[in-house]
């Protein structure tokens, strides 16, 4: 019997439906909800003056939410058992979409990527738009980092928001102190952070699994806190301003420009649009997580980021094969320390303000919730993660208080749907060519 | 001793012993495993068969004993050296006996980790990989020639791109052993290379390490409860009880070691063999039943491993 004649007869047989558990069901979850409903909705407290409080009750709305639920609970599952098979069909739904998504990575990649480029010019774009882009591209790198720590190595890392504060910290001290631009204090901020993924890496050589992520969670608040409290080289709370914009190769975008300098607007015979500043900003970041990403996709395909991935899988037995793990998960914090740093270098020069405030352990977390939502080690996941987790809140806007519900409600149904991450395939290093299939 | 070229031991063990506090899990030991020939350790479980491996493979640093591996002329002593560094001074590779494999790389993958210390080298730092220089893309290609030609001994070429963790029990045993050869090895050790195959896998076990000792002229280091293994390719087979060596000859002295068959079946109580193997019944199970049918006697430890 082929399988298309099998669906046929599973279709035809009408699904019975089993009343009994169906009501006791609908009768557990409504007392649960009265349960709930009776503290929570049935009392209300009020002020009845002089300090004192009063109890008002509202038994009436528990007897609505107790209905309520019954009556939701019941068309749920009468629904669930009339269509049985549709568990099946969703997952076919998603098997087939990922398959198809798998076959077609690089017209994927090139419309997105085109896409990012196009973005500013675009009729219904904005600087709200460009502005939101800029943010997005930067969790993007962010994410596209850490990608290397925990997806790629396996060291779990709740402190990566330390990196990006060392970066961010490193700019502006060159800046407020040397004199140094964005385009060279660059590659030194990428720098010290990776020393400071070194200094990470060290104590925590031999920890995995939870117990890294809470030294990783110390170690990023270490960071945060000297920020604060050595103010009279960091400022302190009071963070650093007057960080210098980019220049485009030596172009400032301003309105006016000082002696014997060309403004970018005066360079091009553009009228002066503080605009222009806004979309070059975006290009640098898009063409930083552009390379952040070949990088990392090129290292995967290294015997570097193979035993990264080894690491992961075994550790025990990358020892046995002669991988030195010290070197192994230095060099991952190392890199993955670095992109952190860039990115903390992009976001001084687009705020052109950073205090310790940007770096708590909210950050942290957003980021490795990025990792997770999108797949680990799954740099096309990372980009959707961080477009929904960055722009989510910002189209909730709308519904003013009910936003971070909205947020943590789409979190939970992604890891509901798809427990291992939006995309959760994983391409082969390299493969055997032909012999293969 | 009984080897072919038994002028120089490849791996010479000398009064090795291993203590965990009280507990002492070898107790001086001392064999010698020769190029070309497979040597067998065998015990009843928790013998120290496996902290020998240990020992020698760097996860234990012994307690007391001398391990000296001979490499062009040139004596090594294993316990002087680093854990991970083993593999690429000595040339000892070894398996593991509850499998250990990248399960969620592919079978291909984990054979060219194994090769990971002459790519890294080729790669210079990665900088000649991250260019794709041509120093770096012919080093990766001998290494998947390399991978190639184990994938046609264990009979996986065309599962090459599949993740290891989806191959049955026996190709994943094999791919192990393919992944510890990979690294260009001098000793292989293997610990309990047989265990959970089927009789026609564990045949096919037999030709393959009979095969690698021929063609490469290395050492094999063998760990084994299966009889038929054991008896059938050993040149040579040491057995170990609570830890201390009670014999060392060719299998069939061993199989006539009165001390032998009563360290696998206790003193009182000994079996007849049932079928036609020569040694013991149900050989997986072999020491436990044994240990468990006959009298243990005063002071019988709980098992070991």
């Not at chain 1, 962010?142 to 779990?156: E, M």
């Amino acid at each position: 019997m082929t399988a298309a004649s099998g669906l046929a007869v599973d279709n035809s047989v009408k699904p019975r439906v089993f009343w009994i558990p169906l009501l006791k069901d609908a009768i557990l979850a409504a007392l649960v909800a009265v349960f709930l409903a009776l503290p929570l909705v049935g009392l209300q407290t009020y002020d009845i003056g002089g300090g004192a409080l009063g109890i008002r009750t509202h038994f009436d709305w528990v007897a609505i939410a107790g209905a309520a639920v019954f009556a939701g609970r019941l068309a749920l599952r009468f629904l669930q058992q009339l269509y049985r098979p549709r568990p099946a069909g969703r997952a076919k739904v998603f098997a087939t979409l990922t398959a198809w998504g798998n076959r077609q990575v690089l017209p994927i990649t090139l419309a997105g990527i085109g896409f990012a480029v196009a973005l500013p010019f675009l009729p219904f774009s904005s600087r709200y738009l460009i502005d939101l882009g800029t943010t997005v591209l930067i969790y993007v790198m962010l994410g596209w980092g850490l990608n290397v720590v925990v997806g790629l190595a396996g060291l779990l890392d709740l402190g990566y928001v330390a990196f990006y504060a060392v970066g961010a910290y490193t700019f502006g001290l060159l800046a407020r102190d040397l004199d140094f631009t964005f385009w060279e204090a660059l590659p030194f901020s990428g720098l010290v952070a990776a020393s400071f993924g070194v200094i990470l890496g060290f104590p925590v050589l031999r920890l995995r699994g939870d117990y890294l992520a809470i030294v990783t969670l110390g170690f990023g608040e270490i960071i945060r806190i000297v920020l604060l409290n050595w103010a009279p080289v960091t400022g302190g709370p009071n963070g650093i301003g007057g960080i210098p914009r980019p220049s485009f190769f030596g172009l400032p975008f301003a309105r006016s420009a000082p002696e014997d300098t060309t403004t970018f607007n005066q360079f091009f015979g553009l009228e002066f649009s503080p605009d222009h500043r806004v979309i070059f900003l975006y290009f640098v970041i898009l063409a930083m997580a552009l390379l952040t990403n070949a990088f990392t996709l090129r290292i995967r395909q290294l015997p570097i980021g193979r035993a990264w991935e080894a690491l992961r899988e075994d550790e025990v037995a990358c020892r046995a094969l002669g991988i030195n793990p010290t070197t192994v998960k230095l060099s991952a914090f190392a890199i993955g320390a670095m992109f952190g740093g860039f990115a903390g270098c992009f976001f001084a020069t687009r705020q052109g303000f950073i205090s310790p405030e940007s770096f708590t352990f909210i950050e942290s977390a957003t980021i490795l919730a990025i990792v997770v939502l999108g797949g680990m080690g799954s740099q096309m996941g990372v980009v959707l993660a961080a477009i929904l987790l960055v722009s989510l809140p910002e189209f909730g806007r709308a519904f003013a208080e009910f936003r971070m519900l909205i947020f943590g409600a789409a979190m939970v149904g992604v890891m509901v749907w798809r427990p291992r991450g939006l995309i959760a395939h994983r391409e082969p290093t390299l493969r055997l060519g032909a012999a293969s299939r | 001793m009984t080897g072919a070229g038994s002028a120089v031991p490849l791996l010479a063990v000398e009064n090795l012993t291993m203590r965990f506090g009280g507990l002492v899990a070898v107790d001086d030991v001392s064999f010698t495993a020769y190029r070309g020939e497979i040597t067998a350790i065998i015990g009843p479980n928790g013998a120290g068969k496996t902290t020998v491996f240990n020992c020698l493979t760097g996860f234990y640093r012994p307690s007391a004993g001398r391990l000296a591996m001979h490499r062009d002329a040139e004596i090594l002593q294993l316990d002087r050296i680093e854990g991970f560094r083993i593999v690429r001074r000595a040339g000892i590779a070894r398996t593991f006996q509850n499998i250990r494999l990248f399960a969620g790389m592919t079978v291909l993958e984990n054979l060219i980790v194994a090769q990971h210390n002459p790519l890294m080298k080729a790669s210079v730092f990665s900088l000649a990989g991250l260019l794709g220089l041509p120093r770096y893309r012919a080093a990766e290609r001998a290494a998947v020639e390399r991978a190639r030609h184990w994938l046609d001994r264990i009979g996986l070429t065309d599962r090459a791109d599949w993740l290891a963790a989806a191959l049955p029990y026996g190709a994943q045993r094999r791919l192990e052993i393919a992944r510890a050869l990979c690294t260009g090895p001098a000793l292989l050790c293997l610990d309990e290379p047989a265990a959970g195959l089927n009789p026609r896998e564990s045949a096919e076990l037999n030709q393959l390490l009979l095969g690698v000792r021929d063609e490469q002229q290395i050492g094999i280091l063998l760990i084994e409860h299966d009889m038929t293994v054991v008896m059938g390719i050993s040149d040579h087979v040491i057995v170990l009880d609570y830890g201390r060596k009670i014999a060392d000859g060719t299998p069939a002295e061993v199989r006539a070691d009165p001390e032998v068959v009563k360290a696998y079946l206790g003193e009182d109580e000994i079996e007849v063999a049932r079928d036609e193997r020569p040694f013991i019944v149900a050989p997986a199970k072999a020491g436990v039943q044994g240990r468990a049918a006959g009298n243990p006697g005063p002071g019988f430890p709980p098992s070991r491993e």
